[in-house]
C-alpha cells in the first residue's frame, strides 16, 4: 500500500490550501483514513479523520477551519484548510487503517507564513 500525499506550500494567514492523500488500491478496502501533523519540535497529532462511511472527525484546533473529504472513483482524500494559522505550520501526513494495519505516507510540508 502506498499513500502519496501533495498540496503542501507556503500561505500566507488567513490563506488556504487543499491537500490530497491518493492511494494504490480501493479506497474503500480502509476502515479509515486520517491526516495527521507533526510541528518542528512537536509530537504528531491528528488533524482529521474520515471513516468508510463517510463521517468525520476533527481536532478541536482546525475545527470550523478544515475539512476533509473522500473522492472514491480518484482513491484520494482531501484536507481543505481555510484560515490557516502560523501555528498550523508543519509537515502532514496521511494515514490509513485496514483491520490492524496502519499506512503511512510521506510528509508534505505546509508552511504558514508572512
Known amino acids: 500500500v502506498q499513500l502519496q500525499a501533495s498540496g503542501g506550500g507556503l500561505v500566507q494567514p488567513g490563506g488556504s490550501l487543499r491537500l490530497s492523500c491518493e492511494v494504490s488500491g480501493s479506497i474503500f478496502s480502509f476502515n479509515t483514513m486520517g491526516w495527521y501533523r507533526q510541528a518542528p519540535g512537536k509530537q504528531r497529532e491528528l488533524v482529521a479523520i474520515?471513516?468508510?462511511?463517510?463521517?468525520?472527525t476533527y481536532a478541536d484546533s482546525v475545527k470550523g477551519r478544515f475539512a476533509m473529504s473522500r473522492a472514491n472513483a480518484e482513491n484520494t482524500v482531501y484536507l481543505q484548510m481555510t484560515s490557516l494559522k502560523s501555528e498550523d505550520t508543519a509537515i502532514y501526513y496521511c494515514?490509513?487503517?485496514?483491520?490492524?494495519?496502519?499506512?503511512w505516507g510521506q510528509g508534505t510540508l505546509v508552511t504558514v507564513s508572512s
Open positions: 474520515i471513516t468508510s462511511g463517510g463521517f468525520t
Open positions: 494515514q490509513a487503517i485496514r483491520g490492524n494495519q496502519v499506512y
